[in-house]
């Protein structure tokens, strides 16, 4: 069985940090692509960072980059998320997903719906 499970949002005020981990299991981590993703009340998802199992290049949307780093740990099955500085407008659900893709910076910002596998979210809100 295909598992997902997201962990480690909460609430934290303006210029906080705050670090998402997503531990996998029931497939093959190595060979899948790693994002993260996020939805905020009435917006659509949206791509936040992934890691490309290819070769372990990392994308950001442009709004994080400087503030969010991804990272995987093959030994554990664990793709983390620290942010850093954060802002109000950061406030969302957030999901790791598991992409089949070796180069995911297409389907993070344009395609998230073809990634294979979904956690089931954490939330994070940032207060002013």
């Known amino acids: 069985e295909v598992q997902l499970q997201a962990s480690g949002g909460g609430l934290v005020q303006t210029g906080g940090s705050l670090r998402l981990s997503c531990a996998a299991s029931g497939f093959a981590f190595g060979d899948y692509s790693l994002g993260w993703f996020r939805q905020a009340p009435g917006k659509e998802r949206e791509g936040v960072s992934c890691i490309s199992s290819r070769d372990g290049i990392t994308y950001y949307k442009d709004s994080v980059k400087g503030r969010f780093t991804i990272s995987n740990d093959n030994a554990k099955n664990a793709v983390y998320l620290q942010m850093n500085n954060l802002k109000v407008e950061d406030t969302a659900v957030y999901y790791c997903?598991?992409?089949?893709?070796?180069?995911?910076?297409?389907?993070?910002?344009?395609?998230?719906?073809?990634?294979?596998?979904w956690g089931q979210g954490t939330q994070v809100t940032v207060s002013s």
């Open positions: 997903a598991a992409d089949s893709v070796r180069d995911c910076s297409r389907t993070l910002f344009e395609a998230w719906y073809e990634y294979d596998y």
